[in-house]
Structures are given as structure tokens and as C-alpha cells.
Nanobody, 122 residues
Framework: QVQLVESGGGLVQAGGSLRLSCAASGRTISSYVMGWFRQAPGKEREFVATISWGGGRADYADSVKGRFTISRDNAKNTVFLQMNSLKPEDTAVYFC???????????????WGQGTQVTVSS
């Protein structure tokens, strides 16, 4: 079992930046692909970014490409999402997830955090 706890969300103006963190416990995250997903009110949970076990490969949703960066520190059992040039449409609850296989589909992730709210004002 892996427990995931997100932090770093908040209220920011459009064009601003936030850095989300996801702290894991229970097992080392080096055995897992890590991902970030988000869910806006009334919408499906959607893929944001994913990073491979050692961090050598990452993929992003087209909507965040060039603005968001996912990274991981396996020694600290933590994953990060650096979000720059934020837009009002980035407003959502952001979830950290861990899974055994590399992919962008949420069904491939077995463990989920409770989420952290990101609100971007215009």
C-alpha cells in the first residue's frame, strides 16, 4: 500500500505559479510510475502529467505542455508538479497517483491522494 498526500495548492492570479508536492509513505515510489490528474467541478478527472520510475521520461496533456513540469525525488519519496503561467482554466482539484505501468489513463493508477485545490483567478 502507498499513501499519498498532496500539498501546495492555493489561490493564485492568472500568470502566476504554484508548486505542488506529493509525499508518499508506506512503500518507496521508485517502484511506481507517478502521475498528476485534475478534476474541475462538473467535469471528469483528466490526465495532467506522468513520470517514469526513474524520471527519465515524462508526458503531459496538451493543455499544460510547456507550462507544467513533473519531477520526482525517489530518495525523498516525493513527486512535484511545477505549474507556471497558470490560467483560470487550470482551476481544479489536483490529484497525485501511483501505478505499476506507464500511461496517461487514470485506470492504470492504483493509489490516489485526496487532492489539493488550485484556484486561478482572472
Amino acid at each position: 500500500q502507498v499513501q499519498l498526500v498532496e500539498s501546495g495548492g492555493g489561490l493564485v492570479q492568472a500568470g502566476g505559479s504554484l508548486r505542488l508536492s506529493c509525499a508518499a509513505s508506506g512503500r518507496t515510489i521508485s517502484s511506481y510510475v507517478m502521475g498528476w490528474f485534475r478534476q474541475a467541478p462538473g467535469k471528469e478527472r483528466e490526465f495532467v502529467a506522468t513520470i517514469s520510475w526513474g524520471g527519465g521520461r515524462a508526458d503531459y496533456a496538451d493543455s499544460v505542455k510547456g507550462r507544467f513540469t513533473i519531477s520526482r525525488d525517489n530518495a525523498k519519496n516525493t513527486v512535484f508538479l511545477q505549474m507556471n503561467s497558470l490560467k483560470p482554466e487550470d482551476t481544479a482539484v489536483y490529484f497525485c497517483a501511483a501505478g505499476p505501468l506507464y500511461g496517461t489513463n487514470r485506470v492504470g493508477y492504483d493509489y490516489w491522494g485526496q487532492g489539493t485545490q488550485v484556484t486561478v483567478s482572472s
